[in-house]
């Protein structure tokens, strides 16, 4: 893939967990394919990726056919590090709501 393609629209369609039925697919879309792949890569688990199909212009890559295109030396962007999948995709506020108050 050329650093071009990797700026395109994509679509990503993925299951919400390992367990959902074939049927039961989520849509997410993308201003950049770049972004499309670092989220199916990072993000998602990889019983996922291994279900999931990327389309960029009209080409469809399916599951382990993804991996390739994030480890391009054309990816434009940052990546996380190796390993890639990370347990919480949101991150969760750690403090309560006495946090801030200083105990005498």
Known sequence: MDAKTYGMEASLYFAKSARAKPTALVLRRFAKA??????AVEDLAPALLRGCSLEI???YYF??????LYEDRAFPLRRRGKGGFKCNASPRFRGGANHDRNEE
């Not at 770049?34 to 989220?39: E, T």
């Not at 599951?63 to 390739?68: A, V």
């Open 34 to 39: 770049a972004d499309a792949i670092r989220f």
């Open 57 to 59: 212009n009209e080409s």
């Open 63 to 68: 599951g382990q056919e993804i991996r390739p």
